[in-house]
């Protein structure tokens, strides 16, 4: 292994293998730390946990523990993989995660780069944007786990790090690898362990990654993985074997629990054309809707390729929250969802579609799969997986805001054929 991740969801993970594996690297997402060693063709692997929303302290013992599995098998370098709207709060988990793996890789500086500039995240002054608009004016501000309500990354990071934070600026970007790699530098001399690197086009990230080809840790989105692929190629180690993936034929379901204001869109327009099942978390949570009612309601309409969604108005979740608290809704609703993909997976539906980084969490953690093989692209960010474990389904597991409007029946043709 040449390069290890660490991803602090699964969606991220899946995003991330992608960069990596259309860089031509071989590529494997690992769900969990594995107890046993990676396959000798792995030339990336990437460690996904559902680290993103649980204690700081939990979420470092986790990151660690995948630190010292890839190091273990023989990871030269260690990239950190949050998402690219930066979701974390105060507290963490961003902060104390980076803060850790310092430590542990013994790292002068690590970058910071929440850049993926295909979805329309980008890095300026440091400050992050979405779609061209503040993060905090994107819609993120009201994400019900972690609400995003400052743009400013080094203000935000600074919150969760015992450290000083620094910049590398846009205008030092453009001027190269070399002036990046200097300023770089020079945050590591005034003692700054975290450096916010602006970007806002890929040729940036190639810049970026090119300056960092050395470096004991990198953070950030997937962007960052678009300049790494190319230092190994210029040492000579990469295979050229890629990844294998082979579509599947069966029945297909779809299964949202993002909120968010593309998810949301994206389930209007899926509907609108196959059969939907909405589910509330009040109804979860007294009992009235259970996986089994969904499941025949699944299995009644199979033939429609039909969608079970949770992907309700962000005051509607935050009212059910006030009710029965944010824990106990978000444990109701990914333990509902990974019921029921257990369920449907064991009656032969072989294709599922999960939108939402908790939700795609819960189904992969339900299906005991082992680890993914890549597969082809189907929007940016976002591949087609093929699941190794005791049920071999086809996946593709969607960050809330990735993806066009048409994106599920996009990924169910991916995925296979009826």
């Not at 259309?22 to 680290?51: D, I, N, R």
């Not at 600026?169 to 070399?178: E, I, L, M």
Request: proline content about 5%; glycine content about 12%; some cysteine.
């Amino acid at each position: 292994m040449l390069l290890g991740c660490i991803a602090d969801d699964f969606t991220g993970a899946s995003d991330l293998a992608n960069t990596l594996a259309k860089g031509g690297m071989a590529t494997m997402q690992f769900v969990g730390v594995p107890q046993t060693k990676a396959p000798a063709e792995c030339e990336a692997g990437v460690v996904a946990l559902k680290s993103r929303t649980v204690a700081p302290a939990d979420a470092v013992a986790q990151s660690l523990a995948a630190c010292e599995w890839l190091l273990a098998q023989g990871a030269k370098q260690i990239l950190f993989k949050y998402c690219s709207t930066f979701d974390s709060t105060k507290e963490g988990n961003i902060g104390p995660v980076a803060d850790a793996l310092i430590k542990r890789l013994g790292a002068d500086v690590a970058v910071v780069c929440p850049v993926f500039p295909a979805t329309g995240r980008t890095l300026f002054n440091g400050h992050l944007f979405v779609n061209g608009r503040l993060l905090n004016e994107s819609g993120m501000q009201n994400h019900p786990l972690t609400p995003m309500t400052d743009p400013d990354i080094r203000r935000w990071l600074g919150y969760q790090t015992k450290t000083e934070v620094g910049l590398v600026p846009f205008a030092t970007v453009r001027a190269g690898a070399d002036a990046i790699g200097k300023a770089l530098s020079a945050e590591a001399a005034a003692g700054r362990c975290l450096a916010v690197v602006d970007a806002v086009g890929d040729e940036d990230l190639h810049a970026i990654g090119a300056a960092i080809s050395g470096a004991k840790l990198i953070t950030g989105g997937s962007g960052i993985a678009l300049g790494l692929p190319e230092n190994f190629r210029r040492q000579g180690l990469l295979s050229g074997r890629g990844t294998s993936f082979t579509q599947a034929k069966g029945a297909a379901a779809v299964l949202s629990g993002s909120c968010s204001v593309q998810s949301r869109a994206q389930v209007k327009a899926y509907t609108a054309k196959h059969p939907g099942l909405v589910v509330m978390p009040d109804d979860v949570i007294s009992g009235a809707m259970t996986p089994q009612i969904a499941f025949d309601h699944v299995i009644g309409r199979i033939a429609l390729a039909p969608m079970v969604y949770s992907s309700a108005d962000p005051d509607d979740v935050r009212a059910a929250q006030e009710r029965h608290g944010k824990e106990e809704v978000a444990e109701a609703i990914e333990g509902f969802f990974g019921e029921l993909a257990i369920m449907l997976a064991d009656a032969g539906v072989s294709r599922l579609v999960v939108g939402g980084g908790e939700t795609s969490g819960a189904v992969v953690t339900a299906l005991e799969v082992d680890r993914f093989h890549i597969g082809p692209e189907i929007d940016p960010g976002v591949p087609a997986l093929a699941a190794q474990g005791p049920r071999p389904v086809r996946l593709a597991l969607k960050s809330g805001n990735f993806g066009a409007l048409d994106f599920y029946d996009k990924a169910l043709a991916a995925l296979g054929a009826p």
